[in-house]
């Protein structure tokens, strides 16, 4: 064996046993001033982010708005589409309003929903809570929250317990019962990963397009400002000016969650 | 010791090949499952738990109440246990072996399980319910093994192993009370959201285990040498009784507070427990067997001419496990989800295979206990005469 050839296996070895420490601990000391993340410069950037549903909007613009909004998400991030309702995955879809908001049921809603929303369902998906329950439950940190208030899910993580499932007090979450790739039944969006069977997924905000500088793909799709998304905490995005000049309201705030997506009825 | 395990009669070996063959199609089902995913059982999007984890939470209260005899043997000194807290350490040993199982056969990915392990989490419940569990095998293994050790040489058990026995005793609690708050700490589950659901699951639990252990030991009695002897059988169904009591009375108490402050979310699940929901009922034969069994178990037990009896005792003693099995195996868990977050009903019934897997890891759990109670019943036929444990 020549020397070159020594001294490089030396040297190898050497980096395997010590030397390759390195970038490990350079990882523990960069942690402790927090995480370096390369910014994305054309990435959307909010303290808050919230949604605010338009009911008086979405009153005007017929079912056909909300379908819409379903498709978009649903296209996008190739959610399937089961036959068997046992196995369903959605990310978004419509409640009637009694369901959608159980605390504020009476006997006369159907009224007001048939006078005034002239019929239509709402639109519900995950509220991306402040203190979100499934983050709380969650075993192993494969649900969390961005500091930017997106509740995310990293599906290499997630062991399918479902513990998350449990906790949310909004039926946000979904199991891939089974394999969901054959059932992807819209053009599959290469952009964006297909799950696997066994992992929960839910509505993510559409980060991957907020780090594109896109707004989420519900609110594309609505053509006369049905939902708007925004920064809660700037007191000039348009979603504060809405929760000023409206009264609105979220699912199940009793339960101390802190939902972001707010109703303006 | 263990080779006791392998010397046995035509009997004992067709009994483990009974449970070989039950074991072997359950692992089969899994294997299913593993390919197609959880969509082989009835769970669905609103009924996202079955009867996998309804088993699991029923099973960990078996496991826990062996403390019912750790405690009055060791810490009281209470002789007439001598025979039998061994054989209640080996079912939690039994018992928490198919916890872990339940847990798993219920992941949707278990290839990542040790991720729980990996990233670790203290602020999910279900991370402390592992470590528990975990512990609590250990404790029992190492106590049941190396007392019944001892036993064998016809030496008084050595005095490291106290601590650990003592420490098997409030351990035996966390496991419960732990479990119990994987449910009790949800907000937005009425059904669960209540604060005597530790201590409704630790009085079912000491109901429960104790009252397998009786049927056990009938069992044992007629069909080995040994006999943990009628006193032990006698102040365990004291026990039960008691644990029976309890657990009416906090059923009780949850009834009152759900229905006397008629809160939606709450009275729900009952509703759709005792008479059904928006014309969806399924529950509710089971529910009334739950009561009707239950209750006819308390009145056998508490009057003492039917306890004291050895052929009403057992059927006492298995219509309040039946009772608590539905109860705490199936229906807990399920109506949790019944209605769902929307307040609409979608049902939950499991299906050949669920229930063929769920069937697989009992028969490993029997088989575990007979494997140890072979050794346990071997090693006490040996004794060294006029030597009482
Ligand atoms: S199912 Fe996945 S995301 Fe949900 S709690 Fe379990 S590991 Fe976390």
């Known amino acids: 064996m020549d020397k070159t050839r020594r001294d490089f296996l030396k040297i190898a070895g050497l980096s395997a046993l010590g030397l390759g420490a390195k970038p490990a601990a350079d990882a523990f000391a960069q942690s402790a001033q927090g995480p370096k993340i390369a910014p994305i410069p054309e990435a959307l950037k909010a303290k808050r982010w919230a949604m605010v549903v338009n009911l008086k909007k979405f009153k005007e613009s017929g079912p056909d708005a909300l379908q819409a909004c379903v498709d978009a998400c649903h296209t996008i991030h190739n959610v399937p589409k089961f036959d068997n309702p046992k196995d369903e995955v959605k990310w978004i879809w419509t409640e009637s309003l009694a369901h959608a908001l159980p605390n504020e049921e009476h006997h006369f809603l159907e009224e007001f929903v048939k006078e005034q929303m002239k019929g239509l369902p709402i639109l519900v998906l995950c509220n991306h809570c402040d203190n979100p329950p499934c983050v709380r439950v969650c075993p192993t940190q494969a649900t969390f929250r961005r500091l930017d208030g997106v509740v995310m899910m990293d599906y290499h993580r997630c062991i399918g317990c479902r513990y998350c499932m449990a906790g949310c007090p909004f039926g946000a979450r979904s199991l891939n019962w089974r394999d969901p790739r054959p059932f992807i039944k819209t053009k599959l969006n290469r952009e964006y990963p297909t799950r696997t069977r066994g992992v929960v997924e839910k509505c993510n905000f559409c980060d991957e397009r907020l780090a594109k500088g896109l707004k989420p793909a519900c609110v594309e799709a609505c053509k006369n400002k049905e939902i708007i998304f925004g920064d809660l905490e700037d007191p000039k995005s348009e979603v504060r000016e809405l929760l000023r000049a409206n009264f609105a309201v979220r699912r199940k705030p009793q339960l101390g969650t802190q939902p972001q997506v707010y109703y303006i009825v | ?389």
């Open chain 2, 1 to 389: 010791m263990f080779e006791n395990a392998l010397r046995g009669s035509k009997g004992y070996w067709a009994w483990i090949i009974l449970l070989l063959l039950v074991l072997g199609a359950g692992f089969a089902n899994y294997l299913r499952q593993w390919v197609f995913g959880l969509g082989i059982t009835g769970m669905s999007r609103d009924v996202s738990w079955g009867l996998y984890i309804g088993q699991f939470t029923f099973l960990v209260g078996v496991a826990a109440s062996a403390v019912m005899l750790v405690l009055p043997y060791y810490l009281h000194d209470y002789k007439v246990f001598g025979k039998i807290t061994i054989l209640g350490e080996f079912v939690a040993i039994a018992a928490v072996t198919m916890c872990l199982s339940f847990i798993i056969v219920d992941l949707g990915r278990p290839d990542r399980a040790f991720n729980v392990l990996l990233y670790p989490s203290p602020n999910s419940v279900l991370f402390w319910d592992m470590i528990v569990l975990n512990g609590y095998l250990f404790l029992n293994l190492l106590v049941g093994w190396t007392v019944l050790g001892c036993e064998q040489r016809g030496a008084p058990p050595p005095k490291w192993i106290k601590p650990f026995i003592y420490l098997s005793i409030p351990w035996a609690i966390s496991i419960h009370t732990v479990t119990a708050f994987l449910y009790a700490g949800l907000p937005g589950r009425g059904f669960w959201l209540t604060a005597i659901m530790a201590p409704r699951f630790l009085g079912s639990a000491f109901a429960s285990g104790p009252s397998l252990l009786i049927l056990l030991s009938f069992l044992l009695r007629r069909t080995t040498t040994f006999d943990p002897g009628r006193e032990a059988i006698q102040a365990l169904a004291k026990i039960v009784t008691y644990a029976m009591v309890v657990s009416c009375f906090f059923v009780a108490c949850e009834l009152f507070t759900v229905y006397y402050s008629q809160v939606p979310e709450h009275v729900s699940h009952f509703t759709y427990l005792f008479s059904g929901l928006h014309g969806k009922s399924g529950m509710v034969p089971l529910w009334w067997g739950v009561i009707i069994m239950g209750l006819l178990a308390t009145i056998l037990l508490i009057i003492p001419q039917t306890r004291n009896s050895d052929t009403i005792l057992p059927i006492a003693c298995a219509l309040a496990f039946a009772s608590l099995w539905i109860e705490k195996g199936i229906q807990l868990v399920v109506v949790g989800f019944i209605p769902n977050p929307m307040e609409t009903v979608t049902q939950y019934a499991p299906t050949l295979p669920e229930m063929s897997i769920t069937l697989g890891v009992w028969a490993l759990g029997a088989l575990i206990l007979t494997l140890l109670y072979k050794v346990a019943v071997a090693v006490r036929e040996q004794e060294p005469a006029g030597m009482s444990h």
